[in-house]
């Protein structure tokens, strides 16, 4: 069904569910999995850096340590995950790399916005409906870290 999943994961615990659902998912179908992790390219980060140098490094170091954990984890479960680590905005750069990669699915987590906040800064979830060419999982579904892993084993043992 699925061969190529992409999971978004920016670290929070929205971010974390999806790792996890989509990492389920990706193993119940026996497909390759990547895992990226996007350096939010905001306005508000282009006048920090304009001001002190360097905050886009320490962004960038940060997200690659949460990326480096996340694989971590992923790997001592039997994943082999493709990393990716880009600077720009989530949702094109999300929709770019699922269409580089001929992902099947693309699993990103949920996080209720109200009104103002989608009219603010758009909706991620809405773009990517439109603009990602493949399945779209947003994922919301809790799961702890043992029935993750108790999941994770059932599904090899099958």
Known sequence: MFRTVLLAYDGTREGALALREGALLAKACGA????????????????????????VAQLTEGHRRLLDT??????SLGFSPDT???????????GALAHQ???????????HQTA????????????LSEHV????????????DEAFE???RATAEA
């Open 32 to 55: 390759h999995v990547h895992v990226l992790c996007v350096v939010p390219q905001t306005a508000g980060v282009q006048v920090a850096e304009a001001a002190s140098a360097g905050v």
């Open 70 to 75: 996340a694989c971590e984890r992923l790997r």
């Open 84 to 94: 990716h680590l880009v600077v720009g905005e989530p949702a094109p750069t999300i």
């Open 101 to 111: 990669i001929g992902a099947d699915l693309v699993v990103v987590g949920h996080r």
């Open 116 to 127: 103002l906040s989608r009219w603010w800064s758009g909706s991620t979830d809405a773009y």
């Open 133 to 144: 060419g493949c399945s779209l999982l947003l994922s919301s579904n809790p799961i702890s």
């Open 150 to 152: 108790n999941e994770v």
